[in-house]
């Protein structure tokens, strides 16, 4: 992880994001009539989300899917597509026809068949290959949301599914490996000393994906662009 820029500060960080994030939306827009870009939840977009609904985009021609979700309805504050809506769709003036949330009011199962249906009909094939995802790490390494122990992680195939993840007592809906490998780029924002020691973990450690699920995201097939501050950073070498 030795050349990846580390910044001063959250903001910074987040800012360096945003531009990247931009910047791969243009390009995938000088190409085709729409970007697709798949984003994260959390806290830690937030910050991000705020610099990139201030710049210049074709906000009209932009899709926007989510790397996960958590299986709650979208008035509730856990909800990704909620924060989302309040940090960039509404200050930006995303067109809603352009946000395909996952449905997280509904049945598991059905949240997924749904999301699985709208991909596949903006994408017009049964795979999606997104310009951009945007990705975190969580303090115990999972990222998307495939957390440690998560037997997805191996498996080879597959857009999407629902996961039931026991320490939070939550189901979710997620992206799995195959289809974050796809996307044409990967940007991975991390800040804040809670995250240091699993981006310790991840970099150090032997690579043990279903241990270390941010590990996924080193991996070859995966190039990412990392975004940390200093206190994410604090534990590399
Ligand atoms: C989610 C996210 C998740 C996130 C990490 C980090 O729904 O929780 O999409 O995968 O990237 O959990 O979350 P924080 O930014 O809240 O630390």
Known sequence: MNEIPVYETPVAAAVACAEALRSLIEDALAERSVARVAVSGGSTPRLMFDALSAMPLDWKRIDWFWVDERCVPPSDEQSNYAMTARHLFTPAGVP??????????????????????????????DFPEFDVVQLGLGADAHTASLFPGEPLIEEIGGVAAAVYVRKLEQWRIT???????????????????????????????????????????????????FFLDRAAAAGLE
């Open 96 to 125: 809603a026809e352009r946000i395909h949330r996952v449905r997280g009011e509904l049945p598991p199962a059905e949240a997924l068949e749904q999301y699985l249906a709208e991909i596949e009909q903006v994408f017009q094939t």
């Open 175 to 225: 992206l799995l490996p195959e289809a974050l490998f796809s996307a044409r780029a990967r940007l991975v924002l991390v800040t804040g000393e809670d995250k240091a020691e699993a981006l310790r973990r991840i970099t150090s450690e032997p690579l043990e994906p279903r241990r270390l699920p941010g590990q996924l995201l080193l991996s070859q097939q995966a190039l990412s662009h």
